[in-house]
């Protein structure tokens, strides 16, 4: 999985994604967290259009390893309620559609569906607090809105 991250990180940086993407080693796997403050519109599920080609080209590079690895599609939101014209009832709902968007984004670069499974976690994961410190509010709120690709 390191050689996977190093990979992504060098595609990252060379199309200047760094706001838009992160990776990280985890216990359970490698995550690239998609920031959805930037890659869906607030309150929305959908892609925004400007960058749908942006992400579907980055989960691409993941097709050669869904013959070895599996994928999970972790939907999160911030913890601010949703409001009641904004399509969805709650955060969970919000965060599961975000994730299934992405898992359809994941199918249609041909990873096959077996290999990925959906979790929408609304706010009951955040972010540890290091991965946050010296951020505003603001900023704080938009980390913990994500769409995490873990491989594992």
């Known amino acids: ?57 980055m989960l691409h590079l993941l097709v050669p390893y869904s013959d070895k690895y599996s994928f999970a599609v972790e939907g999160h939101t911030d913890t601010v309620p949703l409001s009641k014209n904004g399509g969805f009832a709650t955060n969970w709902e919000l965060s599961s559609a975000r994730a299934i968007v992405v898992r359809q984004r994941l199918e249609d670069v041909g990873i096959p569906r077996q290999r990925v499974r959906v979790e929408g ?32």
């Open 1 to 57: 999985l390191s050689s996977i991250r190093k990979e992504i990180d060098a595609e990252i940086e060379k199309r200047q994604l760094q706001e838009l993407i992160r990776t990280s080693d985890k216990a359970d796997g490698l995550e690239l967290a998609l920031n959805s403050g930037l890659v869906f519109d607030s309150g929305k599920a959908n892609i925004r259009k400007d960058l749908e080609e942006t992400v579907s080209s």
């Open 121 to 152: 976690y609304a706010d009951t994961k955040p972010l540890p607090d290091e991965e946050l410190s010296g951020l505003d509010i603001e900023e704080r709120l938009a980390r913990h809105r994500r769409v995490v690709v873990r491989i594992y």
